[in-house]
């Protein structure tokens, strides 16, 4: 089955309390970020913890998920390079980059992870459309692609695509962390240290590089709108205090 054809609809099946949204603000450290997701994963496993969605943006850093290999590392020495519990390959993170982590019981949802994968390209795309831009899923490549008719085509003559959102996820009990990363204003040459997702034929985008003044908070506010119609209701958090933050 193709991922247009699967059910998306990823709201809770019985009353739940709503998803905390918590957006941090400046660059968070990535090791910090992971420790948190897992420790609260297994809080919400255990029944204790709340479900969220948390948004940050990450210092220029390169992670390498379940299925990276060796040669798709470009630039070794640059900046730190990270194992990731993931799914997926080789990725970029910095700042211009909104990566929204989701920890969320997929047992009160629905346990599937193909199925969740393709929810997550909806909302990508569904932000996407708030802008006007059109978002597209391929179904031989995890993420969003942009058909980019103002590029040469590719040798196979196929229209040229390039690719501005990421996804990569892992679960846990059922209980997802990891979850997506979309390009605002990145800087795009950093992509040249690695073969993003293992992808040497396409490029990548951001929103600002297709001519579009978005910013990170207006970015923002796209995703928390088209988050509730697919995976319910939300409510909003402060971001985790200085006291948790690495010193």
Same mark, same amino acid.
């Given at each position: 089955m193709k991922r247009d054809e699967i059910a998306v609809d990823f709201k809770p099946h019985?009353?739940?309390e709503a998803v905390a949204w918590r957006v941090q603000p400046g660059l968070t450290d990535y090791e910090f970020a992971v420790e948190?997701?897992?420790?609260?994963a297994s809080e919400i496993a255990n029944g204790t913890g709340q479900e969220e969605a948390w948004l940050v943006e990450h210092p220029p850093l390169f992670t390498a998920g379940t299925s990276a290999q060796t040669d798709d590392l470009l630039w070794s020495d640059r900046f730190p390079v990270y194992k990731a519990a993931r799914g997926g390959q080789y990725t970029y993170h910095g700042p211009g980059q909104r990566v929204a982590y989701l920890m969320l019981d997929l047992k009160r949802r629905t346990p599937d992870v193909r199925a969740f994968v393709a929810a997550l390209e909806q909302w990508i795309i569904n932000a996407l459309a708030e802008f006007g831009l059109r978002g597209?899923?391929?179904?031989?490549?995890? @993420? =969003?692609?942009?058909?980019?008719?103002?590029?040469?085509?590719?040798?196979?003559?196929?229209?040229?695509e390039d690719k501005i959102a990421a996804i990569g996820i892992r679960l846990?009990?059922?209980?997802?962390?990891?979850?997506?990363?979309?390009n605002v204003e990145p800087d795009l040459s950093h992509y040249a240290g690695i073969n993003p997702c293992g992808i040497t034929h396409h @490029? =990548?985008?951001?929103l600002v590089d297709l001519g579009l003044p978005v910013t990170i908070d207006d970015l923002d506010i796209a995703l928390k709108k088209t988050f509730v119609s697919l995976f319910g209701e939300v409510e909003s958090v402060p971001a985790c205090p200085v006291s948790e933050l690495p010193q």
């Open positions: 019985e009353t739940a948190r997701m897992e420790r609260l597209e899923r391929r179904d031989d490549r995890v @993420g =969003v692609w942009i058909v980019r008719p103002d590029k040469p085509p590719l040798p196979d003559g196929s229209p040229a846990r009990r059922w209980v997802s962390f990891h979850g997506i990363a979309i @490029g =990548v985008t951001s």
